[in-house]
T-cell receptor
Framework: SQQGEEDPQALSIQEGENATMNCSYK?????LQWYRQNSGRGLVHLIL???NEREKHSGRLRVTLDTSKKSSSLLITASRAADTASYFC???????????WGAGTKLIIKP | NAGVMQNPRHLVRRRGQEARLRCSPM?????VYWYRQLPEEGLKFMVY????????ESGMPKERFSAEFPKEGPSILRIQQVVRGDSAAYFC?????????????FGEGSRLTVL
C-alpha cells in the first residue's frame, strides 16, 4: 500500500493565490521530503523535514509536519505560473534504502 | 558540477528486445537508486546500489531485470526481452550518503516505449 498519499490529486488556482497540498503516511518515519516534477522532467528536491521538526520554510515554501496525525502539508505562497508541476511527498518509512512515494498532486497555476 | 546524467532520454524497443539504461551519478556520490514511474503515478523503488554492490533489489522483478554499478563507469539498468508493460519512465537518483540522511538528486529520466 502507498505510504505517502497526497491530496488533492489535482489543484488549479490563479496566479498569486496560495496553494496547499497535503500528504498522509502510515508508519513511523525519520524524515519526510517534498519534491517537484515538471512535466517530462526529473524530480527536484524542495524540502526535507525531520520527525522532530514541526515546521520548515524555504523561500515561498512552508512545510509542516504533524507526526501525531501522520500528515504533512506543503504551502506555496504567492504562486507563479512557473510553480505549475506535480508535487510529491516521500517518506523513509522503516527502511534505510527506500523512499516511499505518493501519487502526487498536480498543481496548475492559471495566469 | 554536472548533475545526474541519464541516457538515453528516450528509447524505443520492440517486444523481446533488450533495453539498457545508463546513469552517471553526481560527482562524489556513491549511492545510486533506480525508480520506475508510470504516467500520472508516483515513483516505485526498484534497486539501490553502491559501487560494485547491490544493496537492495527488492523492488526489481527477479526475471528479465538486472542492475549493476561497476567500479568504473555508469550504473546500468538492463531489461531483457522487454514486454509492453515495461513501458515507463525510469529515473536514476544519487546521494552522497545513505538515503535516510538526506535528499536525492535525480536525473531527467529514460523513457522506454515498447512497441
Amino acid at each position: 500500500s502507498q505510504q505517502g498519499e497526497e491530496d488533492p490529486q489535482a489543484l488549479s488556482i490563479q496566479e498569486g493565490e496560495n496553494a496547499t497540498m497535503n500528504c498522509s503516511y502510515k508508519t513511523s518515519i525519520n524524515n519526510l521530503q517534498w519534491y517537484r516534477q515538471n512535466s517530462g522532467r526529473g524530480l527536484v528536491h524542495l524540502i526535507l523535514i525531520r520527525s522532530n521538526e514541526r515546521e520548515k520554510h524555504s523561500g515561498r515554501l512552508r512545510v509542516t509536519l504533524d507526526t501525531s496525525k501522520k500528515s504533512s502539508s506543503l504551502l506555496i505562497t504567492a504562486s507563479r505560473a512557473a510553480d505549475t508541476a506535480s508535487y510529491f511527498c516521500a517518506t523513509d518509512a522503516d527502511s534505510n534504502y527506500q523512499l516511499i512515494w505518493g501519487a502526487g498532486t498536480k498543481l496548475i497555476i492559471k495566469p | 558540477n554536472a548533475g545526474v546524467m541519464q541516457n538515453p532520454r528516450h528509447l524505443v524497443r520492440r517486444r523481446g528486445q533488450e533495453a539498457r539504461l545508463r546513469c552517471s551519478p553526481m560527482k562524489g556520490h556513491s549511492h545510486v537508486y533506480w525508480y520506475r514511474q508510470l504516467p500520472e503515478e508516483g515513483l516505485k523503488f526498484m534497486v539501490y546500489l553502491q559501487k560494485e554492490n547491490i544493496i537492495d533489489e527488492s523492488g526489481m522483478p527477479k526475471e528479465r531485470f538486472s542492475a549493476e554499478f561497476p567500479k568504473e563507469g555508469p550504473s546500468i539498468l538492463r531489461i531483457q526481452q522487454v514486454v509492453r508493460g515495461d513501458s515507463a519512465a525510469y529515473f536514476c537518483a544519487s546521494s552522497p550518503r545513505p538515503l535516510n540522511t538526506g535528499e536525492l538528486f535525480f536525473g531527467e529520466g529514460s523513457r522506454l516505449t515498447v512497441l
